[in-house]
């Protein structure tokens, strides 16, 4: 049976969803995961679905020596407890096989307390799924290759390789709007490579990541190698700044990506700090697909991901079509509940970003945007908008939206439309439709992000790819066996030999001993 028919089938009756999604999140153990136990003390944080403010849960408040005992205990077990490479690659597939057994409790979670609709729950689970396994895969990574000596003056004599070893214990912060996926896109590629991992999920989304947890300790990964803390004071900083953690891997905003790096020091820090993505339509794309792509990744999680369609340049000879066909595939998508597979579009995850959005959009109107399609909320929801006629200076143009809202600007020139694409402080990544290979091509040469999708919008993540960006958009790459990459260090073994004269005087005098 697919999980979707699970789901449906599983599905509460009327007056009933409330008692159904507390006890679904009941089954979690604790608020906390540190020094091998769950947490049971200090349940004081609330969790509340952002659709209609029901209590879900509540998770433990943390504090710095919480955080302080978490790594001491995994810094503990790395030193002491080897976990070999076959065992930890077994450990993610048995992981991958049980979240796709438990993917319909995983889905409710995550719809529940998130802004994300059931099928796009159910999509990041299958997502989630693939990680582990690519994770799983990549332990071929680490195998490391034979050092060249020969060729330099240094090297005579010498024999050498290197393979890769972990870096010691991972900080791994994560945010609201994929709080599955994003955090197996750390955890997975962690453990692979041998390391421990502090967890902070998104006080917004712990649930998930908690769960995931209570996943990994049921796969066989050791109590050694895992702790999550949610929140508290101080519990942030005492994560980034403590000694004995070797690498950060964060995602998130700028803004906090800079606190981190000030605070954090001289230590290594992966980020993937989001986007504000072009696509371009040149005058021999094919106007329906075009159009229906756009509208497609302007508005899944309610415009709450880093590669959504931000900003679309259509030439001037498509524009008026183009726009009209956007238009109508944004009024026909549905605003409503999330465990309604009716729905196309949830809420976003707080009242007050939907009402940051609504200021947006209401401030490029009063600077002569036109508003085509939406432009309302309704406390945490905001109708999917689209705009034209925006100036370049508005905040929905140079800054990160992260919300259900589309501009829709004409170009002339395509040398036009590349320069308007680059000039934002992002460079994720950004769509190309066009008929021509060639055309194709040179643009996305010009293009200054980390990734061109030909025929499709920005909203395109493979899960093996190497993820992230230029500019404010990130430092370094996800995506599985970069990441492996990211969070080991070759480890090189080098042998002085005898002289090859000595060598072989050695060697003869070995088998005259032996013949006599």
Not at 479 to 495: D, L, N, Q
């Amino acid at each position: 049976m697919s999980s979707s028919t699970k789901v449906a089938e599983a599905r509460p009756k009327a007056g009933q969803e409330t008692a159904y999604r507390r006890a679904r999140i009941a089954e979690l153990p604790g608020g906390a995961f540190l020094e091998g136990r769950w947490e049971t003390t200090e349940m004081t944080v609330e969790v509340r679905d952002p659709e209609d403010g029901v209590l879900l849960g509540t998770v433990c408040s943390s504090s710095p020596q919480d955080v302080r005992r978490a790594v001491a205990f995994i810094h503990r077990h790395l030193m002491e407890d080897d976990w070999a490479l076959r065992d930890r690659r077994e450990a993610l597939e048995r992981a991958a096989a049980l979240l796709a057994d438990q993917g319909l409790r995983f889905a409710e979670i995550i719809a529940a307390e998130s802004s994300k609709t059931i099928t796009e729950a159910e999509r990041e689970v299958r997502r989630c799924i693939e990680t582990l396994r690519l994770s799983a895969a990549a332990s071929s990574e680490l195998a490391g290759e034979t050092l060249g000596f020969d060729d330099s003056m240094a090297g005579a004599n010498k024999i050498g390789w290197f393979n890769r070893k972990p870096v010691g214990i991972i900080a791994a912060i994560t945010p609201f709007n994929d709080p599955l996926n994003l955090v197996a896109h750390k955890l997975g590629p962690a453990l692979i490579g041998g390391n421990g991992v502090v967890l902070k999920p998104s006080g917004r989304t712990p649930l998930t990541g908690l769960a995931f947890i209570q996943l990994l300790l049921e796969a066989g990964v050791p109590v050694g190698r895992l702790a999550a803390i949610v929140s508290g004071p101080g519990v942030s900083e005492a994560i980034v700044t403590d000694p004995q953690v070797d690498l950060i891997s964060f995602t998130g905003g700028p803004k906090t990506a800079d606190r981190i790096a000030a605070a954090a020091g001289a230590k290594k820090i992966l980020s993937e700090l989001g986007g504000n993505n072009a696509t371009i339509i040149c005058a021999d794309a094919e106007p329906a697909k075009a159009a229906e792509a756009v509208v497609a990744g302007a508005f899944g999680v309610a415009g709450q991901n880093c590669l959504s369609v931000q900003r679309v340049y259509v030439h001037i000879s498509l524009f008026d079509e183009i726009v009209d066909r956007v238009v109508t595939g944004t009024r026909a998508l549905r605003v409503g509940a999330k465990f309604d597979r009716t729905t196309d579009i949830g809420p976003l995850i707080t009242e007050a970003e939907a009402r940051r959005v609504e200021e947006w959009v209401e401030e490029a109107k009063a600077a002569g945007a036109t508003v085509r399609v939406g432009g309302q909320r309704r406390g945490a929801f905001y109708q999917p908008t689209v705009l034209t006629d925006v100036p370049a200076d508005a905040r929905v143009i140079h800054e990160e939206v992260f919300g259900p809202v589309v501009s829709i600007l004409p170009f002339i020139q395509i040398s036009d439309a590349i320069h308007a694409a680059n000039d934002s402080e992002y460079g994720l990544q950004a769509g190309v439709f066009t008929e021509s290979i060639d055309l194709a091509l040179a643009i996305a040469d010009k293009l200054h992000v980390g990734a061109v999708v030909i025929n499709e919008t920005s909203d395109v993540r493979i899960d093996s790819m190497p993820f992230g960006g230029f500019k404010k958009s990130g430092v370094g790459r996800e995506g599985v066996k970069h990441a492996v990459r990211e969070m080991t260090e070759p480890k090189s073994t080098i042998i002085k030999l005898a002289e090859p004269a000595a060598r072989w005087q050695q060697l003869t005098a070995t088998s005259e001993r032996n013949a006599s």
